[in-house]
């Protein structure tokens, strides 16, 4: 047997590095549309920001210090975040009968054709970011400091 490498990523560091970076990209891709295409967030996305800010510096901080503390801080994050996601995307769909509140004709609207990456409309791309940490934040057995 070799000895392990200490430059190589274990499984946890690996899934806490996927759960980092796709925090970073839907914080990015958020002040993005809000700041450089001017584009206000209804008061759901807003809720959604609330969640997905600060798991970039506690991802970050947990991976650069390898103390594990990352599903502790996060885990309540994503979760919030997931529902919150969950809820917008089934006002979304029509399957709650309520409007996107400010959704409005001339105020913030996460329900326009503008408001579409890859093709999906941001309430569901926040379900998918949402899961996917939520997913790798529980899939490693974690380090306990």
């Known amino acids: 047997m070799t000895k392990a490498d200490p430059q190589s990523l274990s499984r946890d560091d690996l899934s806490l590095t996927v759960a980092f970076l796709i925090a970073l990209a ?4 958020a ?3 809000g700041e450089v295409l001017g584009q206000m967030p209804c008061t759901l996305c807003w809720y959604q920001r609330i969640a997905m ?3 970039v510096p506690i991802l970050g901080m947990s991976l650069w210090r390898g103390d594990g503390m990352a599903r502790a801080y996060g885990l309540p994050l994503a979760i919030a975040g997931l529902a919150l996601a969950v809820w917008h995307s089934g006002l979304y769909a029509g399957f709650l009968p309520a409007p996107i509140v400010p959704c409005t004709e001339n105020g913030p609207s996460c329900t326009g054709e503008a408001q579409m990456i890859l093709g999906l409309p941001i309430p569901y791309l926040s379900v998918v970011a949402f899961a996917a940490i939520l997913t790798c ?3 490693p057995k974690g380090q306990r400091p």
């Open 53 to 55: 800010f600060p798991l």
């Open 26 to 29: 839907g914080t990015l891709g």
């Open 31 to 33: 002040l993005f549309i």
């Open 137 to 139: 934040l529980l899939l």
